[in-house]
């Protein structure tokens, strides 16, 4: 069951995040500031920002054990796919990244089965913790998914599983890693390599070639917290090896109140779709950006 709005004012963080490493519940603080613009700094300068050790040590097993819970209930999907998560398009050569296809398969806990007791929904849906993303971000106000299934998601991947080259639907998120794998699993990433104006087709090509001049690599760690320009940036997740499943939670946010997923994207994500979906394949979807995905 989720949290409901009273409860949310009253969760604390203490004891859920680093409060004295990171000062979320006090931003107005001459720390809080410096924080804040220490983020922007690093997210104008590669459209990511990964706050290390964000869950206190003392809560660290507590939040393994909350995924390695939920894990068993993921819905895992094998696919071939493009960055761009669609049917390419035949009339352009092999080689365009529209017709680059690799193999995807990993597996997502959808929103609906993660529930108000654990760390992860109650930092979700706290309102400082979502003030502290939208100062980050350069929001006034974000807006949790009205999604259901999309709204907090656990990512799971076991061994040979990755995420291939691609681009996140929404203009940012917000991850946080509670399981590495023994190894693999690395998160690699072309910031701001695409933007509102244009694919840039070219450069994605050179990178999906193998070209890795442009490319960024991070060590996750779990307790990281990872603030991420993923609508424009092109990013991967490589092949997980051994037998301990990665675990990633994400934080769905976005700009504008009352954002749904994609009818077709949640069937194959999730396996399936909640009513709202069905409705929207009755009534029509509308996006407010022209690119691919």
């Not at 390695?68 to 094998?78: D, G, I, K, M, T």
């Not at 992860?120 to 993303?133: K, L, M, T």
């Amino acid at each position: 069951m989720h949290a409901t709005a009273d409860t949310q004012e009253t969760t604390s963080l203490h004891g859920l995040i680093d409060l004295g490493r990171y000062p979320i519940d006090e931003l107005e603080s001459p720390t809080g500031r410096e924080l804040i613009e220490s983020c922007r700094r690093q997210l104008n300068d590669d459209g990511c920002v990964v706050l290390k050790n964000f869950v206190p040590e003392a809560a660290l097993a507590r939040l393994e054990r909350e995924t390695e819970r939920l894990s068993p209930q993921a819905h895992y999907n094998q696919t071939e796919t493009n960055p761009y998560n669609n049917a390419g398009d035949p009339e352009l050569p092999p080689s365009h990244p529209l017709n680059r296809f690799d193999d995807r398969t990993n597996g997502f806990v959808a929103g609906d089965r993660i529930d108000g007791d654990t760390i992860i929904r109650q930092v979700y849906e706290h309102p400082g913790f979502q003030r502290f993303i939208g100062a980050v971000v350069g929001m006034e106000e974000i807006h949790r998914y009205a999604d259901p299934l999309a709204d907090l998601v656990v990512n799971v991947l076991r061994e040979g599983c990755q995420h291939p080259w691609h681009y996140d639907t929404n203009e940012f998120i917000v991850t946080m890693m509670t399981r590495q794998s023994h190894r693999g699993g690395r998160f690699e990433y072309a910031p701001g390599i695409r933007s509102p104006e244009g694919e840039n087709f070219e450069a994605v090509e050179k990178v999906i070639d193998g070209d890795r001049s442009r490319l960024k690599s991070l060590d996750l760690q779990p307790g990281d917290l990872q603030v991420f320009f993923g609508r424009y940036s092109l990013h991967r997740v490589t092949p997980v090896e051994g037998d301990k499943e990665r675990h990633t939670v994400i934080f769905a946010y976005a700009k504008e109140p009352g954002f749904i997923g994609r009818p077709e994207r949640a069937e194959r994500i999730f396996g399936r779709m909640a009513p709202i979906h069905e409705r929207m394949l009755e009534n029509g979807t509308n996006r407010t950006d022209s690119l691919a995905d």
